[in-house]
């Protein structure tokens, strides 16, 4: 299995404008996870998938961001419109529900001018 | 509900020194325990975990033991490397309804020089 692939792996772009991050995850895995990592807060999580539903979306951080799962193997965070405090590594993770083992992407790094 | 804090970094060691990370966790009931490196440029991978009390859990050199009278799960290694070079996450699982879910502490950067 080639892991989460995340993609893109850099993005910049200015105020305002949309930004889509892709993840796929690893085959057979039922939970998807997406974190956003900063110096300044460092790993947050932003929201959690179980079998394509999502289950906490607590620590999406406003109506800017939205997230959806339309099938088992793809997963879309949006930001929309985009602000320079949204600039982040975002990383997908995804687990087998209930293993509590998380295996990450790579990592998006969002640059918002 | 649950939280974990671990030392803030940054830990600058020389190469064959002795590494101790502190980690201790709040949380009802005994949640599974974990820690987690990134390297740069890298996504998290998972380093080791325990899952009950007195467990140990060990790979690469690095150990850790889930001690519940200390509520704590301190990373060990007695010989670093240039190559450990990372940032260390201590985490434990959320609990709960939470399905798998979670809570990492904020991460200690560690610098090995040779």
């Known amino acids: 299995d080639a892991g989460v692939i995340q993609s893109p792996r850099h993005e910049v772009t200015e105020m305002g404008q949309e930004v889509t991050l892709r993840c796929k995850p690893i085959s057979g895995h039922n939970s998807l996870f997406w974190y956003r990592q900063t110096m300044m807060r460092g790993l947050e999580l932003l929201i959690y998938?179980?079998?394509?539903?999502?289950?906490?979306d607590s620590g999406m951080p406003e109506d800017r961001f939205s997230a959806k799962m339309p099938n088992a193997s793809f997963s879309t965070l949006k930001i929309q419109p985009s602000e320079p405090r949204d600039s982040a590594v975002y990383f997908c993770a995804s687990s087998f529900a209930g293993a509590n083992v998380l295996t990450f992407g790579a990592g998006s790094r969002l640059t918002v001018l | 509900g649950n939280s974990v804090t671990q030392m803030e970094g940054p830990v600058t060691l020389s190469e064959e020194a002795f590494l101790t990370i502190n980690c201790t966790y709040t949380a009802t009931g005994y949640p599974s325990l974990f820690w987690y490196v990134q390297y740069p440029g890298e996504g998290l991978q998972l380093l080791l975990k325990a899952t009950k009390a007195d467990d140990k859990g060990s790979n690469k050199g690095f150990e850790a033991t889930y001690r519940k009278e200390t509520t704590s799960f301190h990373l060990e290694k007695g010989s670093v490397q240039v190559s450990d070079s990372a940032v260390y996450f201590c985490a434990g699982s959320a609990g709960g309804g939470s399905q798998g879910n979670l809570i990492f502490g904020k991460g200690t950067k560690l610098s090995v020089k040779p």
């Open positions: 998938f179980n079998n394509n539903v999502p289950i906490d």
